[in-house]
């Protein structure tokens, strides 16, 4: 193999850019291969709130004003990427941009400006990418697990039993629909019945949650790394929010705007997820769809002999 000494001794350097229905980010992140260890550091996350789902879940279509401000967005990951002399970057965007009546034709505007490739993932795809974060090697084998991951426009589920993912689903249920009262009430059926028969005969079964807003919901419980936090102290949580204006949250809790509004539908969306699976803790690894992106580029350059 070719590889450069720079690259055994520092590693790695790959780029990930999620763009989300609320935020996108560019995650970068270095690898190390130890013998037959993969060890995976988080270098730097930048997170930029655009909501393009604000645009898609109320009128269907990403609107011009957004187009320029991703277009900006893409260009500054650009510079930063080549600041960092990252080795490959993979990019791609999920609901917002799949459900948007103009989405393919601004993926291909954002590739002309700004020379980034990204991919609009299906559902299916974006469940199996956020399980690449091969979060299965920190599980007990053992134990049965209810993967959630919840984002702007959908929440994607994944039934791991027995060391492995024997059902996989993603739903149009995110936390911006919510807040814009676009989530049917047959679609919360869909993904009730749908957890019930997935995990029927399965118990104990534990909670992984995923996202923005269940870390930060993790961070408030002030919990410590590595401890599950219990039904009854999210649903504390989501009562306390709850109790708190708009406002408020920012101003007494420091929440930022984006975060501020979304945080309660997001905390309803795993508490319905927990409560149908009965489901009492749920564990929070603080890795996500951009940790899934890095892992499948690095498999990629990998059976490419590039790395």
Do not use: C
Not at 31 to 52: G, P, Y
């Amino acid at each position: 193999m070719n590889h450069s000494n720079n690259e055994k001794q520092y590693g790695t350097l790959l780029a990930a850019i999620d763009i989300g229905s609320n935020a996108i980010r560019l995650l970068l992140s270095r690898v190390f291969e130890d013998k037959n260890l993969l060890l995976f550091h988080k270098e730097e996350l930048i997170r930029m709130s655009i909501r393009l789902g604000e645009d898609v879940f109320l009128q269907g279509k990403i609107s011009d004003e957004k187009i320029q401000r991703l277009i900006h967005a893409m260009k500054a990951y650009h510079h930063i990427m080549n600041v960092y002399q990252v080795k490959a970057y993979k990019a791609v965007a999920t609901s917002a941009m799949r459900d948007a009546q103009n989405g393919k034709e601004v993926i291909q505007l954002l590739e002309k400006e700004t020379g980034i490739k990204i991919e609009i993932l299906d559902g299916k795809t974006e469940a199996s990418l956020i399980f690449e974060n091969h979060i299965e090697e920190i599980l007990d084998p053992d134990k049965a697990y209810m993967y959630i991951d919840v984002g702007g426009g959908s929440t994607e589920i994944t039934i791991y039993n027995k060391h492995k993912a024997i059902a996989s689903k993603s739903f149009n249920i995110g936390t911006l629909r919510l807040l814009y009262n676009k989530v049917e009430e047959n679609t919360w059926d869909e993904m009730k019945q749908w957890i019930k028969k997935q995990t029927q005969g399965i118990y104990p079964i534990y909670a992984i949650g995923s996202g923005g807003n269940i870390n930060k919901l993790y961070k408030m419980s002030g919990k410590k790394e590595n401890k599950s936090l219990g039904y009854n102290k999210l649903k504390g949580l989501y009562e306390m929010l709850q109790s708190y204006t708009y406002e408020e949250r920012m101003k007494l809790l420091g929440l930022k705007p984006d975060r501020a509004d979304v945080i309660v539908p997001a905390a309803k969306i795993y508490l319905t997820a927990m409560k149908t699976a009965d489901i009492e803790k749920i564990y929070v690894p603080q890795i996500g769809l951009s940790d899934g992106v890095i892992h499948k580029l690095y498999e990629e350059l990998k059976s490419k002999d590039l790395v």
